[in-house]
Structures are given as C-alpha cells and as structure tokens.
C-alpha cells in the first residue's frame, strides 16, 4: 500500500522567511505527485502537480516543489511567505499502476506571523 | 453546477443513528472521490467511483459505512448505527477520470455523532 508522510505538523514563520514542507511518499513504481491547500474556511484546491519532465514544479503564488526520485520526496518550498499563505498544505500521490484514486499526507499548519 | 456540493453542511445525530451524506459533482465528472477529514489525521481515503462503479472500497473503515452512485453523477455516503468515532468532516470531491486529473473538492460535510 502506497503512503505519504509529512514530517512537520505546525509550522509557524514570520513573513519574508523560506518555507520548505517536507513530503516523502512510499511507492517503488512511477508516481504522481500533488500539493493541495486549503485556506481557512475555503475548500481544499490544487497548488502544483508532477507528471513527469522536469522534477522542479512551479505552482501558483510563487511555489515550487523539487521531485526527488531517489529520496521519494516531493517537498514544497516559498522563497519568501506571505501572511496570507497561513493555511493547511497536503501532499498527494497517485501511482501509475494502482487504481486512480489519491492518497493523501496527514497535512502540516502554516501558520504565517505579520 | 459550478463547484462540488455537498449537503448538509454539518450534521449532528445521536449515536446509533443512521446518516446519509450527499455529493453532487461538477457536471461531466465521471470520477468521484469520498475522503474523511480528522483533526490530526489528515484526509483518509474512504472509497471512489468512476462513473456508477466503485474500484476501490479499500478505505470504508467497517461494514457500517457504505456509498452509492446513481446515474454517473450524485453520490450519497451512509453510515449506519453512528459511533462517536465517526465524528468528522467528510468531504467529497470529483475529477474529469484521467490519471493525475486534479480533484475539485466540495466543502465538506461535517458529522457530529453526540
């Protein structure tokens, strides 16, 4: 069975400071990976995705996420956070040889300080 | 519609009731997703169809929950004689069915089991 992991729970940062999630997944096969978000009070929506090609994924609002074959991770990272990226991120993966649902991370706290 | 819907919006019912969760998914969706939202726990994965099929049932944590889909469309989530266990947000979320399509979730519904 396919799992996903994320290390930190709660992360809290002042606005300006590098942001870096970690996730790491458990699946020998081809993978595809995603970091959803979700803002207070908002449902949860797509920040990035990784098919295949280039492992460095560019999201929106300034995102990026490094896959890392070797490591199994796919790990989220922010030059500089805003307040209003306080907010709950999960990563997700989908194997090419399972069945097409998606398997989710126990989710980390992004808690930005103005 | 625009978005996915989901009803109630919060449910309270006294333990050993049963309840019915609904979804309606965007409009031409053929694969829909029921995942279970815990505070602690991240989004466990409890079933998904694609169109009136269910491939995976893996995640149905015991024979009290159950999930249908009718016409390629609506899907309706039961869970019979409620625990206090079951106690969460549930929430449902549709995709167009290719492999690595982004999911659309819905705002949730969240079951309180007194």
């Known amino acids: 069975a396919q799992s996903v992991s994320q290390h930190n729970h709660h992360v809290i940062l002042s606005e300006a400071a590098s942001l870096e999630l970690g996730c790491n997944y458990s699946?020998?096969?081809?993978?595809?990976l995603f970091w959803y978000v979700q803002y207070p009070g908002q449902h949860l929506q797509l920040l990035l995705k990784y098919f295949s090609g280039d492992p460095l994924v560019k999201g929106i609002k300034g995102f990026e996420a490094e896959f890392i074959k070797s490591k199994f991770s796919f790990n989220l990272r922010k030059p500089s956070v805003q307040w209003s990226d306080t907010a709950e991120y999960f990563c997700a993966v989908n194997s090419e040889a399972g069945a097409n649902n998606l398997f989710f991370g126990t989710g980390t706290r992004l808690t930005v300080i103005p | 519609g625009a978005g996915v819907s989901q009803s109630p919006s919060n449910k309270v019912t006294e333990k050993g009731k049963d309840v019915e969760l609904r979804c309606d998914p965007i409009s031409g969706h053929t694969a829909l997703y029921w995942y279970r939202q815990s505070l602690g726990q991240g989004l466990e994965f409890l079933i998904y169809?694609?169109?009136?099929?269910?491939?995976?049932k893996s995640g149905l944590p015991s024979d009290r929950f159950s999930a249908e889909r009718t016409g390629g469309s609506v899907s309706t989530l039961t869970i019979q004689r409620t625990q206090q266990e079951d106690s969460a947000v549930y929430l449902c979320?549709?995709?167009?069915?290719?492999?690595?399509?982004?999911?659309?979730f819905g705002n949730g519904t969240r079951l309180t089991v007194t």
């Open positions: 699946y020998g096969g081809t993978v595809n």
């Open positions: 979320a549709s995709s167009l069915g290719s492999r690595g399509s982004p999911l659309h």
């Open positions: 169809f694609q169109g009136n099929s269910a491939p995976d």
